[in-house]
């Protein structure tokens, strides 16, 4: 396996309780969004694929969709299944689908190419599965980042809490508008079209940091991995770096942005 996806299954083995806890309700923020953009409607068959809890697979559901979910952990496939009683929730993993070409009307992953190590071969495989004509739709978090969505990283690099694995070089892609475009008309999809998504998530001190000393995400598994006390000198870090993102009441308010990508089969 890829060293990088061999730290993805890390990363997320086990963590579906703390995830549900914190980083699923800023996921699901571009959620109503990317629904609209799969363009799915009642009676249309659609994939979720790094579905996590089962928020956007729920989505699909309410639109009337006969949804199939799919994540790469196990846990997390078990916590979707609870939610979305009665739809089939599998584990498997990009860049490979368990199903035969053209099968679904539709396809989405909300925050889920940016965990594969070859994200251009991920969604040529999304393209296989969908039928000629079908649609699909797709989030990745925006590069350079929003401050929010920054603070975390900087609070470790400044406790030199140590690199995160990234993508070989050849890889790589640009997590912008263009970038997305670029990928999705290689992958194969036509009528590509991709928007910005900017919008402030309120926490806590208290969850943020909570969720980061849980281990969940890249960042908490990196913190995990140190000793006490770099922990320590990490956290000192982050309520340093936080205080620019006070709001009222205690809380914190962190900018956030996504690029939205969708297209057609
Ligand atoms: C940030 S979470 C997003 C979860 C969900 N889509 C949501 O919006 O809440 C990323 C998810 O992708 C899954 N994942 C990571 N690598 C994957 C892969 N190669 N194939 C399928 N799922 C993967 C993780 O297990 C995790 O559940």
Redesign the pocket.
Known sequence: MDPF?RW??Q??AG??AA?AAG??RL??FP?PRLLAASGVSAGDAAL?????????AGGLRARGASVVA????PD?AARAADALRQAPVLV????ELPFRSGVFDAAV????V????RPGA?LREMRRVVRTGGRFAA?VWAAPPAAGQALVGRALDEAGAGERPRLAEREEFARTEEGLRELSYAAGFSDVRCTTLRWTHRTTHAEWWGAQAAGV?STGHALRAQPRAVQEEAQHAFVRLSRRFAAHGGELALPHAAVLVSGRA
């Open positions: 996806d993805e299954r990363v997320w963590s579906g995830y980083l699923a996921c699901a959620v979720d694929v790094g579905t996590g809890t089962g928020a956007a799919l994540d790469a952990e997390m498997g993993a990009l860049p992953a909300n925050f889920v940016n965990h594969v190590a991920a989030t995400g």
